[in-house]
Structure formats: C-alpha cells, structure tokens
C-alpha cells in the first residue's frame, strides 16, 4: 500500500514521496501520510479473508494548520512543495494504484518488495525501537522479504522487526 501511495503522488503531484518503515510516508523532512490496516484471517485454514486500508494523505494544509507540536513531524504535499494538489486527481491516481498493485501482487509480490526497498528511508539509518514502554537504539539495515525490518544492535545481534514503533524522528530529520 506505501508504495502504491507513492507512485500516486509521483503520478498526480510529480512529487518522489519515501517510506518511512512500515506505512508512513515522508516527503522532504515531514510526514505527509499515515496507513492504518485491518485484516482478518480465516480460523482454520489461516487464508487470508480480506485486508481493510485506511490511507490520510495530506494535500494541501499549511504548517500552521497543524498543531504547534506536530509542525515539525506534519507536513502536506503543499507545505513541502508549494504546490496546491488536486485531490479528485490524487484519489483517483490512488484507486488506479491500488488496483495495478492488487493485480501485480497475485503474480509476484517481489516487484512489490524491490520498490518498497528503494523507497525505504528507515534502513541505513539509526533508529529507536520503542516497544514495551522501553526505548532501545538500533541500526536499521534492511528490509527483509517478509517486508520486517532487519536491525542491528550495538552489541552486533542482530533482529527482525515485524511490529512497533520504529522512530527516526530526531535523527537525520525524518519523522
């Protein structure tokens, strides 16, 4: 789904947007979009019965439309750029994303993966891992084929995220 958002915004603002692990998407220094996901899976067999996706995408709010303590995490595609977005034309640049990649996934979800990668700006970097009430620091260092995110600790061990806050808000600008 982030990749489809990002290839939305690239076709219908010309804006290159980035992932931040797992399901924000950042543009410049701000996070211009946040994807939330329900899914239920079959009892017995454990198929997968259907997956809900909620995707905000700010378009066009100004940084003083948000809160004082989110203007330096929040941001819109026209506070980054300058550019009012269309949103009929985004959302509709969005529902033909979601369909290619819907279609595209059953035949082969590594196109998927590969973009997802490339567009990651979590790994290469160092990060808080906050889990449990706990704060540990991290480096990110990939993203596994399960689509987890592979960190290494100062200690060398090394582990696979599938779930939690992954922060790199403070470090290198992302939030």
């Not at 939305?8 to 701000?30: F, Q, S, Y």
Request: aromatic fraction near 8%.
């Amino acid at each position: 789904t982030a990749v489809a958002v990002c290839r939305a915004l690239e076709d219908a603002c010309g804006v290159r947007a980035g992932i931040k692990w797992t399901n924000d998407i950042v543009l410049g220094t701000h996070k211009i979009c946040g994807i939330l996901t329900e899914m239920s899976v079959e009892g017995e067999s454990g198929a997968l019965e259907y997956v809900v996706a909620g995707i905000g995408v700010n378009a066009n709010n100004a940084p003083e439309d948000f809160p004082p303590e989110l203007r330096q995490i929040a941001g819109s595609v026209f506070s980054e750029t300058g550019v009012r977005v269309d949103r009929g034309k985004l959302a509709a640049a969005l529902v033909r994303a979601m369909d290619e990649m819907y279609a595209a996934w059953q035949r082969d979800h590594r196109v998927y993966l590969e973009a997802y990668r490339a567009r990651c700006v979590t790994t290469g970097r160092e990060v808080r891992l906050l889990r449990d009430g706990r704060e540990r620091r991290a480096y990110a260092e990939a993203v596994t084929d399960d689509f987890g995110l592979l960190v290494r600790y100062d200690d060398g061990t090394r582990e696979e995220i599938t779930s939690g806050e992954v922060s790199v808000r403070g470090l290198f600008g992302y939030a």
